[in-house]
């Protein structure tokens, strides 16, 4: 069974950095692309980023492109969300999700097999 582990969350002033780890576990990590949602309270879950299998492309909203970075390393079955320059409304609970669906930006979250447990970010002004 594939399990996936988020850590790294917490609170930050705006503009620090924060990065959030994925570990995933019960499978081979290549298989799958991973991607980053997040979710506000009151608000639906929204996609943040993806990396294909290789690590060799992702993928952003326009929200955080130029301020975040999602990263892989398959010798460690992590994968990983680097947050810099943040904002207030950047606040809220993190996924990190995994899918062995082939495709070039895997952005929704029906196209996810899996899920982890979630993280919380929040920044203060």
Known sequence: QVQLVESGGGLVQAGGSLR????????????????????APGKERKFVATINRSG???YYT???KGRFIISRD????TAY???NSLKPEDT???????????????SG???YNYWGQ???VTVSS
């Open 20 to 39: 959030l780890s994925c570990a995933v576990s019960g499978s081979t990590f290549s298989n799958y692309a991973m991607g980053w949602f997040r979710q």
């Open 56 to 58: 060799s492309g992702t």
């Open 62 to 64: 326009d929200l955080v």
């Open 74 to 77: 398959n010798t460690k079955n």
């Open 81 to 83: 969300l680097q947050m």
């Open 92 to 106: 809220a609970a993190y996924y990190c999700a995994a899918t062995y669906y082939i495709g070039s930006i895997i």
């Open 109 to 111: 979250l029906s196209e």
């Open 118 to 120: 979630g993280t919380q």
